[in-house]
């Protein structure tokens, strides 16, 4: 109980923090810096889990046996690589933060007919309504945050001026890299289950392995990396610190550095909670959690929430409520059935 309390800790805190630092970030002028910052999230997190996997009492150091097949973890690097890349990598391509929080809204559903395809899990129809409640939820708070939904952004003309544009070729690539990003982080959800149920909850090792194998996949972009680090060297933005006297420090490195530790407790948090849940469960408190930094992105912007986006709002904790219902109620069943078999 106390553990599970704990990574929604690290859940919404970690991740929260996370969204705001990014988005400080993007809106400097170090805004191409997306592959730099998962560079360093990937290496801090596989910095601070050398000492437990690799014995250095040897002359030469060598990594401790593992408890999960190596094969699992490479798959899952695979995985977790392309999701991350690519997820960083849309804004590069015409895609707003309203239109990214939408796509990745979807990624309940895609895991909830992965798991079902993959897994064999099955859904109550419970589960079903409260996943598509959570989903129609963000996407309506997303897109209406600021003005209020009308009819006639549906209209026939509307739909004639829109053919009438030319295609916008950057941003169709945008897209198709969001879908991708869902899909592989379905899949990884769905292949995590499977491995926990099936070589038992080492998630610790997985955090480890999942980024540490992952490192040698950022020589493929390496040009970018020195680009992208140079683009931060280049920013004049500072911060001033009143410390005994006036003290300039750097914005974009600053910033980095909170988004990297961040990352670390929102990495560690998910990793927990995907030990002690079914994906599913995962993905539907990752969905509350990008809403939850969407509120916090909303009131740190001084931005107004339109009625349209409180009616989006009380759809996501309608959704998340029934969920809990229906994840709770097939197992007061099951005790039910054991105690009369019994």
């Known amino acids: 109980m106390w553990s599970l309390l704990g990574a929604f800790s690290l859940v919404f805190g970690g991740c929260c923090c996370n969204v705001v630092t990014f988005e400080e970030l993007m809106g400097d002028r170090t805004n191409s810096i997306s592959n730099l910052i998962t560079l360093c999230q990937f290496l801090f997190v596989a910095c601070q889990g050398l000492p437990r996997f690799i014995d250095f009492r040897r002359p030469f150091p060598y990594f401790k046996p593992l408890k999960t097949p190596l094969h699992v973890y490479i798959i899952s690097v695979v995985l977790f690589y392309i999701s991350s890349t690519t997820n960083n990598n849309v804004f590069k391509y015409n895609i707003s933060i309203p239109i990214h929080i939408v796509f990745r809204c979807f990624g309940t559903v895609i895991t909830m007919i992965t798991c079902w395809l993959l897994n064999g899990r099955k859904y109550t129809s419970t589960q079903v309504s409260s996943t598509?409640?959570?989903?129609?939820?963000?996407?309506?708070?997303?897109?209406?945050?600021?003005?209020?939904?009308?009819?006639?952004?549906?209209?026939?003309?509307?739909?004639?001026?829109?053919?009438?544009?030319?295609?916008?070729?950057?941003?169709?690539?945008?897209?198709?890299?969001?879908?991708?990003?869902?899909?592989?982080?379905?899949?990884?959800?769905a292949y995590n289950e499977r491995a926990y149920q099936k070589y038992g909850k080492h998630w610790k090792e997985n955090i480890f392995y999942s980024h540490f194998l992952s490192l040698p996949l950022f020589l493929l972009n390496k040009d970018q990396l020195i680009y992208e680090y140079r683009a931060m060297r280049d920013s004049k933005r500072t911060?001033?610190?009143?410390?005994?006297r006036k003290t300039e420090i750097p914005h974009a490195e600053t910033f980095l550095l909170f988004n990297v530790l961040t990352q670390y407790f929102c990495v560690k948090g998910v990793n927990i909670l995907a030990s002690q849940t079914n994906a599913l469960t995962l993905s539907i408190t990752l969905l509350v959690r990008r809403f939850v930094s969407l509120l916090l992105s909303v009131q740190l912007f001084g931005n107004n929430l339109s009625y349209s986006g409180y009616f989006g709002v009380c759809l996501v904790f309608f959704g998340a409520f029934i969920y809990s219902l229906g994840s709770v109620r097939p197992t007061f069943k099951d005790k039910e059935a054991l105690g009369k078999g019994q």
């Open 239 to 244: 911060i001033s610190l009143q410390v005994g």
């Open 132 to 189: 598509l409640f959570l989903t129609i939820g963000a996407i309506i708070a997303s897109l209406y945050k600021d003005n209020d939904f009308q009819f006639k952004d549906f209209s026939f003309q509307g739909s004639r001026n829109v053919r009438d544009q030319p295609i916008d070729r950057t941003f169709v690539i945008g897209i198709c890299m969001l879908i991708l990003s869902s899909i592989t982080s379905s899949l990884l959800s």
